[in-house]
T-cell receptor, first 117, second 112 residues
Framework: GAVVSQHPSWVICKSGTSVKIECRSLDFQATTMFWYRQFPKQSLMLMATSNEGSKATYEQGVEKDKFLINHASLTLSTLTVTSAHPEDSSFYIC?????????????FGDGTRLSIL | SQQGEEDPQALSIQEGENATMNCSYKTSINNLQWYRQNSGRGLVHLIL?????REKHSGRLRVTLDTSKKSSSLLITASRAADTASYFC????????????FGKGITLSVRP
């Protein structure tokens, strides 16, 4: 159990394009989902925490108008990179945590590699 | 900000040997978690150890936690080539609303 599906796995697009990434918890309900960014050979950097039915909480330095997050249901959160530029190229990973249960791990998607030309 | 700090940063061992990885952190925690990441993939949860636990086992994995020293270790016994990956510790700090803070990671290479 505890499977998280992230789609797409790879995106290559032109500068100025907006890109949407989906994160779904397939077999459990997740009131909270997290979005991370990872640069090559580095650790994960938390971008934002996505709460179902409410506005996302962004980490310091992350532009909320640049990275739009929508968590419309207990199984789906989306990250939209608006007007993407080459510096937005990175590996984006989502994770989900079971609803209202303490001391639980996060379950991660397989990531989305975004390349902006 | 990075709280967990793993060492060593890279580890190369022969198949069959044991691998020990360490993690230190700075603040009070609810739990500490270890994850594995294969190249270009997402993270796979390995073990969660709560702040009131000292040791936990799962198959060939053994995790210890010393809250007085704010440190944890992950031991992989009888390593296999398939264990080659990056390993991260992550802390669920008290008051952090379940946000995880990841260390920089350890790259483990197991030679066949």
């Amino acid at each position: 159990g505890a499977v998280v599906s992230q789609h797409p796995s790879w995106v290559i697009c032109k500068s100025g394009t907006s890109v949407k990434i989906e994160c779904r918890s397939l077999d459990f309900q997740a009131t909270t989902m997290f979005w991370y960014r990872q640069f090559p050979k580095q650790s994960l950097m938390l971008m934002a925490t996505s709460n179902e039915g409410s506005k996302a909480t962004y980490e310091q330095g992350v532009e909320k108008d640049k990275f739009l997050i929508n968590h419309a249901s207990l199984t789906l959160s989306t990250l939209t990179v608006t007007s993407a530029h080459p510096e937005d190229s990175s590996f984006y990973i989502c994770s989900a945590r079971r609803a209202r249960v303490g001391n639980q791990p996060q379950h991660f998607g397989d990531g989305t590699r975004l390349s902006i030309l | 900000s990075q709280q967990g700090e793993e060492d060593p940063q890279a580890l190369s061992i022969q198949e069959g040997e044991n691998a020990t990885m360490n993690c230190s952190y700075k603040t009070s925690i609810n739990n500490l978690q270890w994850y594995r990441q294969n190249s270009g993939r997402g993270l796979v949860h390995l073990i969660l150890i709560r702040s009131n636990e000292r040791e936990k086992h799962s198959g060939r994995l053994r995790v210890t936690l010393d809250t007085s020293k704010k440190s944890s270790s992950l031991l992989i016994t009888a390593s296999r080539a398939a264990d080659t990956a990056s390993y991260f510790c992550a802390t669920d700090a008290k008051g952090a609303n379940s946000k995880l803070t990841f260390g920089k990671g350890i790259t483990l290479s197991v030679r066949p």
